[in-house]
């Protein structure tokens, strides 16, 4: 369209559309060393990922970490892939969100809306798809981190991300980005449900509520996760109606020397073993998307750990994905935070 009283050679138009962007983690494109290499590479040079200084961190990233990990990491990729699609299940899991979300947003608003989605790291990007809905006349945009607990390196470094894409925009939209969602009721009810399903009505000995880890450091330093971690437990507990001490909060993916926040799931569901315990559930609270740290290290490594120190019975509750009560959830954070642009 080319605006009214506009000269004969005024670029055209596009009918201006509210735009949704969901933001997941991200995904190498292979399982292959020089593909994993690029996404390793991206992911740990973050500074919000990795706040030690460039002088003292990277030589070691591009030496020794980047020439071994890439293969220990791929082979873990390898074992979960979607071989079907060519993908990883997180990408997989994400476009179906995107996808669920996209119908629930069109049957509500019509073409006003757009609802794309992208990677912190790899593909596609942030960059790539901010700039795809600013060219198709998304002149405002919800930014939706799917992470429900708040922490800097993946809300904080999702919307930076966001930042830095603006920045190359000639013409920016208005942009909006959500609260972290870990105590919203539907959220706390969503996660519930999962756990009665996968259940089916029992009570296990323990439930181990798995979080992604992070150095003990960040939270003295000021970084909210933990707490948010701990209400998220508390509350599914209520809304499951047990009793205190049934549900554990743990965390995972430990790296690095320093000490990171405790107790670590690995650790933690062998002790319960040890402890007679041979009947427990794991669920990951932190994740919206079934993926690597979930598939493959609780899956994997955690349940062998709880199973080689005498359990029995290792449920693994997945992930809220595209659950319609997740969409759900995300379709009520969207309205609320929406409001007064459609």
């Known amino acids: 369209m080319t605006p009214q009283h506009a000269p004969a050679d005024h670029p055209e138009i596009v ?14 494109d292979g399982y292959d060393y020089w593909s994993m ?8 040079s973050d500074k919000r990922v990795i706040d030690l200084p460039g002088w003292k961190w990277q030589p070691l990233l591009q030496g020794i970490i980047l020439t071994k990990r890439p293969f220990s990491s791929g082979a873990n990729y390898k074992l979960i892939w979607n071989e079907e ?3 990883s299940p997180l990408m997989t899991i994400t476009r179906d969100q995107a996808d669920a979300l996209r119908q629930r947003a069109e049957a509500e608003w019509g073409d006003q809306v757009m609802v794309e989605f992208c990677m912190r790291y790899g593909n596609p990007s942030t960059h790539e798809v901010l700039d795809r809905m600013v060219k198709e006349g998304c002149r405002r945009i919800l930014f939706l981190p799917l992470y429900p607990q708040y922490a800097g390196a993946t809300s904080a470094t999702a919307n930076d991300q966001l930042f830095r894409a603006l920045m190359q925009q000639k013409w920016q939209p208005a942009v909006r980005t959500v609260e972290p969602y870990f105590d919203r009721p539907d959220y706390i009810e969503a996660l519930a449900g999962s756990v009665r399903r996968a259940l089916e009505g029992r009570t296990p000995g323990k439930l181990v509520a798995s979080y992604h880890g992070m150095p003990k450091r960040y939270l003295l330093e000021g970084d909210p996760y933990h707490c948010q971690c701990q209400k998220t437990s508390r509350l599914l507990q209520n809304a499951l109606g047990w009793q205190d001490g049934i549900i554990d909060t743990t965390f995972q993916s430990v790296f ?17 073993a040890r402890q007679g ?3 427990i559930a794991v669920i990951s609270p932190a994740f919206a998307s079934d993926c690597i740290e979930t598939l493959e290290e609780i899956n994997g490594e955690i349940r062998e750990s709880f199973e080689h120190a005498g359990g029995k019975n290792f449920t693994y509750i997945p992930c809220l994905n595209a659950e319609p009560a997740h ?3 995300m379709m009520n954070v969207v309205r609320e935070n929406i409001a007064g642009w459609l």
Not at 15 to 28: E, Q
Not at 256 to 272: D, I, K, Q, S
């Open 256 to 272: 690095g020397r320093e000490e990171w926040l405790r107790p670590y799931t690995v650790e933690h569901v062998a002790e319960l």
């Open 37 to 44: 290499r690029r996404y390793l590479n991206e992911f740990l």
């Open 277 to 279: 315990h041979t009947d």
């Open 327 to 329: 969409i759900e959830v």
């Open 15 to 28: 009918r201006d559309k509210t735009g949704i962007l969901i933001a997941n983690l991200g995904t190498p």
């Open 85 to 87: 699609k060519g993908e």
